[in-house]
């Protein structure tokens, strides 16, 4: 088994987490209450001030602002009476909302506004394609445009006469309830757009492929960009180039021997956000993966994390992902608090210079939001050992810290790979081992009743070591009626040579970690009843027999962003 295979495999995981089938509670749909002054809201994550939210719709860069369009529900905390909410950014950070842009309004979207992409026409003029339900209930695509592009704002959209461009036909042998969520389209260098939509026949999930010269009148492709059988489902389909060197993001029409291309699919039979690097070759307009195994395999996120769309950001020459995040309580409790769903911190994404996987960064604009710093000596950390970390809002807080190891002797022996899932399942951080756990504890309660363990884990499998980050929620809450599911996946970092980093951004129900300088991320929605607000305590943490070197430790307390 080579190392590359090795390394494919760590990066499996078992499947449990966030549901992306949306249940209608109908009975709930008008129940609300007031969501402010809650400990589970969070400060600097984005959400709404109540209802429910989902997949992140349309990001763009316009006008000198970034706007961001969200799956809503006006009506109540559970899915349904879906519309585009609007807000706007400077910053990416703080954001101001307005009025919905897309809703229900002709018999083409008459049940419901769904996902969709942003794309920038010749001229900077933004347009818009999205899932609408229609009276019959299909899934068909349609088109939409500003109003005035002389308002940065981008208050009022204006729906085609002619949607929608795209329908399920007898002919064309589309599935009506499986056709949706419309990518960011390309300009190829026949002057012809390109956009995908998210499909699939019996099990074979794919993104059909069309064609237009006028992005109004729309030719489906004989065959589709790829398609993968067993796969299911795909929604939330995203294409884009990457450079093959350096951290800058390319437009989306880009391709050339200098970048890579990458596939994207949120699979609705695993309800996590998978993808595939590869080349486009745009004379037969086919996604050609590296990986011969043709499966999806790598993902942006091992936690709680779906329907994710990335865009490129030509103020700053990056490309921004951003995510949803939805709930680990139950809907009961969702209905109580009135809210349910966030976003995760947009991401920076790039690929690593190894070529084999991605790497994602919360945007440097968050760290404007730092105060308070702690900086800790370097210092070792013996095994057994807690370290507190005073001076900080432990709720709400930004902590960098990385570990040096030695004596990878003691590395526990790995007899045969298991999924990282599993095995941060059954080896938490209350389960020695010879190096690890270590790591940190947030949201923890003084007596650590409660607390959600970050941490990394040393194995020795046939003669490599792997390196094993988890984040535990098996002790996050007393309320058990909680998703309480253990994540973890295998990082593509050298123990011996390459530092052990995590960045854990924390945020009162959210622990959203960056393993590896961002090789692996985590994110998990956890609700403490005791560790709440000012009685969340944070600490350094080693539960392994053998000590461990702290080479460095930095904190802030987060500032509350300007969301509402």
């Not at 996902?115 to 068909?140: H, R």
Request: aromatic share 12%; with cysteine; proline share 5%.
């Amino acid at each position: 088994m080579t190392m590359s295979t090795i390394w494919l495999l760590t990066l499996f995981s078992v499947i449990y987490g966030s549901a992306a089938t949306h249940h209608i509670y109908r009975n709930l749909q008008s129940v609300s209450s007031d969501s402010s002054n809650q400990p589970y809201r969070t400060a600097y994550h984005f959400q709404p001030p109540n209802n429910w939210i989902n997949d992140p719709n349309g990001p763009l860069r316009y006008g000198g602002l970034y706007h961001l369009f969200y799956q809503y529900n006006p009506k109540g905390a559970v899915w349904g009476n879906i519309v585009w909410a609007h807000s706007v950014s400077r910053d990416l950070v703080n954001w101001t909302p307005l009025d919905p842009a897309i809703f229900p309004s002709q018999s083409s979207d008459i049940n419901g506004c769904w996902s969709g992409s942003a794309t920038l026409l010749p001229g900077n003029k933004p347009a818009i394609l999205y899932t609408g339900i229609d009276s019959l209930n299909q899934q068909v695509q349609n088109f939409a445009q500003p109003k005035n592009l002389s308002d940065p704002f981008l208050r009022e959209w204006v729906k085609s006469p002619k949607n929608p461009l795209m329908a399920p036909t007898s002919a064309n042998k589309i599935n009506s309830s499986s056709f949706r969520d419309p990518t960011t389209a390309w300009l190829g260098k026949d002057g012809h757009w390109r956009v995908l939509v998210g499909s699939k026949r019996r099990t074979r999930g794919m993104a059909i492929l069309y064609r237009s010269k006028d992005f109004v009148k729309w030719v489906q492709a004989k065959h589709p960009l790829h398609s993968t059988l067993g796969s299911g489902m795909w929604e939330c389909p995203d294409f884009f180039p990457v450079l093959s060197n350096g951290q800058l993001g390319v437009d989306t029409s880009v391709n050339g021997e200098y970048v890579r291309h990458v596939l994207k699919v949120s699979l609705d039979d695993k309800k996590h956000d998978y993808y595939m690097i590869g080349s486009y070759n745009a004379a037969k307009d086919a996604f050609i993966p590296d990986e011969e195994s043709n499966i999806f395999v790598l993902r942006y996120d091992y936690g709680k994390y779906y329907a994710s769309k990335t865009f490129f950001d030509d103020g700053k020459k990056r490309r921004i992902l951003l995510g949803w995040v939805n709930e680990s309580s139950s809907v009961a409790d969702d209905i109580k608090k009135g809210w349910s769903g966030i976003h995760t911190i947009p991401r920076a994404i790039w690929l690593h210079k190894s070529g084999r996987q991605l790497v994602q960064w919360p945007v440097e604009e968050v760290e404007k939001l730092r105060a308070y710093p702690v900086n800790l000596l370097p210092q070792v950390l013996k095994g057994g050992k807690l370290l507190p970390i005073n001076g900080v809002t432990a709720s709400q807080a930004d902590v960098e810290i990385s570990f040096e190891v030695s004596k990878l002797r003691k590395a526990e022996v790995l007899d045969y790979w298991t999924d990282p899932q599993i095995l941060c399942s059954k080896k938490g951080s209350s389960v020695k081992s010879g190096l690890g756990p270590f790591g940190l504890l947030v949201f923890a309660s003084e007596g650590l009743q409660e607390y959600t363990s970050v941490f990394f884990r040393i194995f020795r499998h046939q003669h490599k070591y792997l390196v094993l980050l988890c984040s535990d929620q098996n002790r996050s809450s007393l309320n058990k009626d909680n998703d309480l599911t253990s994540y973890g996946t295998f990082v593509d970092v050298d123990p011996l040579h390459d530092k052990l980093s995590l960045r854990t951004l924390i945020d009162h129900s959210v622990v959203e970690s960056f393993g590896g300088e961002g090789r692996a991320c985590i994110t998990a929605r956890v609700y403490p009843t005791l560790a709440i607000n000012d009685k969340a305590q944070l600490y350094a943490f080693n539960n392994g027999t053998a000590d461990v070197k702290i080479t460095r430790l930095s904190a802030w307390s987060m500032k509350k962003a300007q969301i509402h």
